[in-house]
């Protein structure tokens, strides 16, 4: 069975430009999670996705974050324009149904210059 | 303060030591996550738990609800076991939402040959 997959696995992109960053949880699993580690940091919830729905969305930075996911399977996360701020290591993980375990993505490393 | 601590920030062993990690939480929690990173790698949870203690391979976590605290053991350790590892908790008694998931700064272990 495929996990997590993440794309691209990294992406240095120069400020005021835009990125989109995309996650394909494990088949099956409703529940998706977007993450962010930036730099010295510990990693943050940014939001969850139940289906396309957006459960909660409370940890997004703000409105230059934007996230989809049509459909109910993969999700996009679209950063525009970008800050040098947005850098760090962006994760997605997924899981079959609250309160089990999450599978995480490799990441997707952004950098903005 | 972060609501989840963990100690030591980093921690060198030389091959075959017993290494244990440590995290402390000061909130509310209905599970407690073991995360393990390589470098440029990504997320691997070791082990989800709410209670006692669990084992797999060499690895060992123990959690105690009461005290607020958790702790990964390694046996004999191999360099192969050098990575960042990273606790991470779900806030709230209710297990129907684990979208508020807290994370430790990680322990990076290094593990000499």
């Known amino acids: 069975e495929a996990g997590v997959t993440q794309f691209p696995s990294h992406s240095v992109i120069e400020k005021g430009q835009t990125v989109t960053l995309r996650c394909d949880p494990i088949s099956g699993h409703d529940n998706l999670y977007w993450y962010r580690r930036v730099m010295g940091k510990e990693i943050k919830f940014l939001l969850h996705f139940v289906k396309e729905s957006k459960q909660d969305e409370s940890g997004m930075p703000n409105n230059r974050f934007l996230a989809e996911r049509t459909g109910g399977t993969y999700s996009t996360l679209k950063v525009q324009p970008a800050e040098l701020e947005d850098s760090g290591v962006y994760f997605c993980a997924s899981s079959q149904g609250t309160g089990v375990e999450q599978y995480f993505g490799p990441g997707t490393r952004l950098t903005v210059t | 303060k972060n609501e989840v601590e963990q100690s030591p920030q980093n921690l060198t062993a030389q091959e075959g030591e017993f290494i244990t990690i440590n995290c402390s939480y000061s909130?509310?929690?209905?599970?407690l996550h073991w995360l393990q990173q390589h470098p440029g790698g990504g997320i691997v949870s070791l082990f989800m738990l709410s209670s006692g203690k669990k084992k797999h391979g060499r690895l060992i976590a123990t959690i105690n609800i009461q005290e607020k605290h958790s702790s990964l053991h390694i046996t004999a350790s191999h360099p192969r076991d050098s990575a960042v590892y990273i606790c991470?908790?779900?806030?709230?008694?209710?297990?129907?939402?684990?979208?508020?998931?807290?994370f430790g700064a990680g322990t990076r272990l290094t593990v000499k040959p």
């Open positions: 909130v509310g929690i209905s599970a």
């Open positions: 991470a908790v779900l806030k709230g008694f209710r297990r129907y939402n684990n979208n508020d998931m807290r």
